[in-house]
Structure formats: structure tokens, C-alpha cells
């Protein structure tokens, strides 16, 4: 099986857990906090982890204390995170209500660095496809990392995640220049639409302009995915984990399977985690399952 080449960072989350969120400048009162290794790609090299698939994975880890949490978090993990910098990490400070809804703000640091020296290290003859996370878009590297998926030529999932307001605006407009398949929530899609406030319209403006395949995941309702050729609902219709839905549908990109099997799959792989991170038991169930669809194909 050929390998996915993830790109995406990993970092130390400094979480405040308040009542409500504040508006504007208002005071808010911390009931507790903690530390954790944050990321996206943290969640997806873990979830592939437990499920045996291989996977290359491209991100930066500089010095300093908030470098410390995700090394070591990842060395736990098995996850491959080595120092590339020796500029000093930075985090992200989130504050969440009891509904989980968040707010943040980052430092930034090396974790937002691209080295295109370690692209050395890549067989692109190892790689089927690409994923690209947000994240990796907002440091000062970003052009050499968009100039690196253009030599490639391969498919890749753009991922633009909830930092993707930090991403400077002509980097965002390549990147989407290569006719990448993107997966984002509803927020995110009304971001990078213009703030359009009808899903199906704002789909159909991001899949018309940029000649992609949209992937779009509202709440309670499912992933709505609109191309040039068909627009259809994955039907999801319990409240899930965005990253879990994400890391299954990467679990299946990986295993070949078409898309709606992969949103199948992703979304009764996400419902059943129930917002907690998967058991070992549970991802080998799974695991065997998501082997039943692809020996289906």
C-alpha cells in the first residue's frame, strides 16, 4: 500500500474552560485550564496509527517549553516528529464553553515552518495522495510548500481549518489555484465563499471558481459535496467530531475507496468515537470494516 504525505503541524494547546464566551472586550472568569498537544494532524496520525496505515508526515517542531508537550506526546504516539529549528515553538491559547464552542488566538512559531530541505527525504513513487492542513499555510514558508505540491502533481485534500483566517490571502488563492479537493466545515466554507449564507450556493461558487470538489460538513445534517459533475448529501444526522470525521475519510482516501463509501465510512466512524478519542478495541472493529469496504471495490 502506498504511503499518504500529510503536511500539518503539531503544538501545545493552552485551553480555558469558561461559562460563556466573551463578546469584544468583556471579562470572563476561568473554571479550570490544561495543557495538551493540539492539532489536527496530531488527531489524524494517531487515528492512522491505530489503524496500521502508513503515512509520511511533514510538520516542524522548534525549542523551548511549548516544543516539549507535543514531542514528547508524539514520541509516545509513534507519530515521526523530530526538530527541525531551533526557533522556539509557539501554542495556541483556546477558550472553550461547556457546549465545546471555542475561541483562540496563537503565538505562532518553528511549528508553522515548512523545511523544503526534508522533501528529500520523499519518494513521491511511495505517495497515492496528498493532505494539506491550513496550519501549514500560515507561516513565512508557505509559498515553498505550495511550490513543492505543484511539482508533485499528485491529488491532495486541502483542509483550510479553523486557522485558516491566518493564512495570507494570495497563498490561499495558489494553493486553491491547484485544483485541490477541500474538506471544511460550514464556517469555514462561508469564510473562503465570501461569507455567502446559502451552503448549496456557496458550494457551487467555490467548486465553479476553482474547479474543485467541495466537501462541507454542517452539523446535524451530514456532508454536503458539490463538483462539476454531482452535488449530494452524505447524510450524518448526530452531532460529531469534526476531526474524526475528517481522519476516517483520510483512513479510506488511503485505502483507494470512492468517495461516498469514504463519507460512509467517516461518518459512522466519527459518530460511534461519540466526541471521545477511539479505544484500541474500537479502532480495530473498525479497522476491519473500513478492510470490508475496500476488498469491495
Known amino acids: 500500500m502506498k504511503k499518504i504525505l500529510l503536511f500539518g503541524s503539531v503544538y501545545t494547546e493552552l485551553v480555558s474552560y469558561v461559562d460563556a464566551l466573551p463578546k469584544g472586550n468583556e471579562d470572563f472568569v476561568v473554571k479550570e485550564s490544561e495543557s495538551r498537544t493540539g492539532g489536527l494532524a496530531y488527531i489524524i496520525c494517531r487515528i492512522l496509527n491505530g489503524f496500521s496505515f502508513p503515512y509520511s508526515f511533514m510538520a516542524s517542531l522548534g525549542t523551548g517549553v511549548y516544543s516539549e508537550m507535543p514531542a514528547e506526546d508524539c514520541r509516545k504516539e509513534n507519530i515521526p516528529l523530530h526538530q527541525t529549528s531551533e526557533e522556539l515553538n509557539g501554542c495556541v491559547y483556546t477558550l472553550m464553553d461547556p457546549d465545546g464552542n471555542t475561541a483562540y488566538f496563537s503565538v505562532p512559531g518553528a511549528e508553522l515552518s515548512f523545511d523544503i530541505n526534508r522533501m528529500s527525504e520523499i519518494d513521491p513513487k511511495e505517495i497515492s495522495q496528498i493532505v494539506v492542513l491550513g496550519d501549514q499555510l500560515c507561516g513565512d514558508d508557505a509559498y515553498d510548500l505550495i511550490d513543492v505540491l505543484d511539482d508533485l502533481d499528485k491529488p491532495f485534500l486541502f483542509v483550510p481549518g479553523e486557522r ?134
Open 164 to 297: 485558516m483566517d491566518e493564512i495570507d490571502p494570495g497563498a490561499l488563492k495558489a494553493v486553491m489555484a491547484l485544483h485541490p479537493k477541500v474538506f471544511c466545515t460550514e464556517q469555514q466554507a462561508y469564510y473562503m465563499g465570501d461569507e455567502t449564507k446559502d451552503l448549496a450556493s456557496c458550494a457551487r461558487k467555490l467548486a465553479d471558481a476553482y474547479g474543485s470538489k467541495v466537501l462541507i460538513y454542517k452539523e446535524g445534517e451530514g456532508v454536503f459535496v458539490r463538483d462539476d459533475t454531482e452535488t449530494y448529501i452524505a447524510p450524518i444526522h448526530t452531532s460529531v467530531n469534526y476531526a474524526y470525521l475528517l481522519a476516517g475519510y483520510i483512513a479510506a482516501m488511503n485505502g483507494l475507496v470512492d468517495d461516498k463509501n469514504a463519507l460512509m465510512f467517516a461518518g459512522a466512524f466519527a459518530s460511534g468515537s461519540r466526541h471521545s478519542f477511539p479505544g484500541e478495541r474500537y479502532l480495530q472493529s473498525e479497522k476491519k470494516r473500513l478492510a470490508g469496504i475496500i476488498l469491495q471495490k
